[in-house]
């Protein structure tokens, strides 16, 4: 083929790339994104995540604008069909075509992997969005982190590239944040950190508490507690300790999930029972930079996160029911997600006692003139 056609050719596949790309980001800006997800079963826990997924935007554009597909990891145990599911589903929930659709093929795929998404009992929506979000990470885990001098690395550095391989994904870029957990010896001050990542914050709730605050519970899990019977490394024995944790590294989508169940043992034996406690949180100006890591704080200033999707779950152990509340990045309004029933709520009911999982964002939201 003589060259100058040769470039005629790539031209032309260039503009049809560009063209599908164009198409895509235009059904993502008029999509509607209210489609509503059938109950299959007890499915409303899967369908509950799926909605708060669909309206992260990020996660969206890279989806219908097909920009995946060029990182699919093939070499996993999922070989990439979780996320080629996870996709479509969202491409379809975007285009505005239906009222409502059914999540069969999703719910197939991710149950050849995980029993309990097999059959038709109520599973937890917080369990079911941890193996999701790791199933994701590792169907995408092919981008590779720029090559750095790793002598000279801070040590949460050098633990994140041990967590990661030396790969990331979109997923790990967006929903994955890092621990800094210390142990100081309460005799010779002597101190111990260790790097954990997490794809979400699990939160107690005070005991006996009928109303509490965010910042009540993120208090909790970030203060300090006292542990017995530590090996301090300078002192050579069993020592009294404070460990300590904190936030080494923010993810820009920032997921919160509430303790709401717990084992209550009665003599007989151990029952889940559930926290109906009134958790208030904000929907703008979550300001999180007290819980990072002071060796950690950048001179950038402080990440305000906004709310934008809840996972909410109504009832009790014996018979719940899953919701989800989502901000829409096109009209701007919040939406109530009740399985194939989709409608208008104001924001004013989206704080509630039956929150359970919280997604926070940090990236800057729609812009005014991107809104219908």
Not at 115 to 136: A, K, N, P, V, Y
Not at 220 to 245: H, Q, T, V
Not at 267 to 286: A, D, M
């Amino acid at each position: 083929m003589p060259q100058n056609m040769q470039i005629q050719v790539k031209k032309k596949d260039s503009l049809h790339k560009l063209s599908l790309i164009i198409r895509a980001i235009i059904a993502f800006k008029n999509g509607r994104g209210l489609t509503g997800l059938k109950n299959l079963g007890n499915t409303c826990y899967m369908n509950s995540i799926m909605q708060c997924l669909s309206n992260t935007t990020a996660l969206v554009e890279y989806f219908v604008t097909h920009s995946y597909r060029k990182h699919i990891n093939r070499s996993n145990k999922t070989q990439g069909r979780i996320v080629e599911e996870v996709a479509a589903l969202i491409k379809v929930l975007w285009n505005g075509q239906y009222k409502y659709i059914s999540s069969k093929d999703l719910r197939y795929i991710v149950g050849q992997y995980q029993q309990i998404f097999r059959g038709i009992e109520q599973q937890d929506s917080h369990e079911f969005l941890t193996i999701l979000m790791d199933w994701l990470h590792s169907d995408l885990q092919t981008l590779k982190i720029a090559d750095s001098p790793r002598t000279n690395l801070p040590a949460s550095q050098k633990a994140w590239l041990e967590f990661t391989k030396s790969r990331e994904s979109l997923i790990l870029r967006l929903f994955y944040g890092q621990i800094k957990s210390t142990v100081k010896c309460m005799q010779c001050s002597k101190e111990s950190a260790t790097y954990e990542c997490f794809s979400n914050l699990s939160l107690e709730l005070p005991q006996n508490a009928n109303r509490c605050d965010l910042s009540d519970c993120l208090d909790m899990y970030f203060n300090g507690e006292k542990i017995r019977g530590w090996n301090c490394p300078s002192c050579k024995d069993k020592r009294d300790a404070i460990k300590k944790l904190d936030i080494s590294k923010l993810p820009p989508i920032l997921v919160v999930h509430f303790k709401r169940f717990y084992a209550d043992s009665d003599g007989l034996g151990s029952t889940y029972k559930k926290k109906q406690s009134f958790v208030n949180f904000p929907l703008i100006n979550l300001n999180m930079n007290s819980y990072v890591a002071r060796s950690e704080l950048r001179t950038g200033g402080s990440k305000m996160y906004h709310l934008y999707a809840v996972s909410n779950h109504y009832g009790s152990m014996e018979g719940g029911h899953y919701t989800a509340f989502c901000k829409s990045s096109v009209y701007g309004k919040w939406f109530k997600f009740d399985d194939q029933s989709v409608s208008a709520i104001d924001s004013s009911e989206v704080v509630s006692s039956a929150a359970y999982i919280l997604f926070y964002s940090c990236l800057p939201e729609a812009p005014q003139s991107d809104v219908i």
